[in-house]
């Protein structure tokens, strides 16, 4: 199978760049083809404007939707926007890995969907989101960390549930474009795991990959 990494994170010593690290050696080892887009390494702009596009349709005022579609007929996205929207269409799992802030991704991140995530690529027109979207057929698979230990994130605890914390993120974003989306992988407070816990994380987190394309897709409702 094809699976599309991500990764938002500027230190790759890090956790969440050992996870990436981890997610690479066990998908390779288990035969399946791997992509990577390691967004800060790429030095990749999250600004979202006409550098979209090589060519505009209307260059006195600037509709992102419509200047997406433009591109979609005519071939005329940038050249580091293609490259990514090939990459999405390429996978049969995009797994993005990336530290909570703000209750949300990261900027770079972000920024990556603005300007990948384009209509007539990735949604629509014509009403073809969610179960009609574009992507429908792939799967998607949130990996994170949070600053927070994780009592913090249960329903009554001082954040929430985590799955409402990262309901935006998965309805909003991944559904919305017709992905199915599989059970967030969490790692809680990193900074205070032993090097033994972090060890075993890690361990946890390459046993899961090698069986991921078996599990099934988790619900992601309205409210």
């Not at 991500?6 to 083809?33: D, K, V």
């Not at 990514?84 to 990261?106: G, H, R, T």
């Not at 969907?113 to 969610?130: E, I, K």
Request: hydrophobic share 45%; with cysteine.
């Amino acid at each position: 199978m094809k699976v599309l990494l991500i990764l938002a994170h500027p230190e790759p010593q890090s956790m969440n760049g050992a996870l990436f690290t981890t997610a690479i050696e066990s998908l390779q080892a288990a035969g399946h083809e791997v992509k990577t887009s390691n967004l800060y390494a790429m030095g990749f702009d999250p600004i979202s404007d006409r550098r979209n596009f090589t060519k505009v349709q209307n260059a006195a005022f600037f509709k992102q939707q419509l200047e997406e579609l433009h591109a979609t007929e005519t071939g005329s996205f940038a050249d580091d926007i293609e490259a990514e929207i090939q990459k999405v269409a390429w996978c049969d799992l995009m797994i993005w890995q990336f530290p909570l802030w703000w209750f949300s991704i990261p900027s770079i991140l972000k920024g990556w969907v603005d300007r990948v995530f384009a209509m007539g690529r990735a949604y629509g027109p014509g009403g073809r989101v969610y179960e009609q979207g574009l992507f429908k057929g792939k799967k998607a698979l949130l990996s994170l960390t949070t600053g927070g230990a994780e009592e913090a994130y249960f329903t009554d605890g001082m954040h929430g549930d985590i799955h409402n914390v990262l309901k935006h993120i998965h309805r909003g974003m991944l559904v919305f474009t017709g992905f199915s989306v599989l059970r967030p992988h969490i790692i809680y407070g990193p900074v205070r795991l032993t090097p033994e816990q972090r060890k075993a994380a890690l361990a946890k987190w390459a046993s899961r990959l090698q069986e991921v394309f078996e599990e099934a897709p988790v619900e992601v409702g309205i409210y």
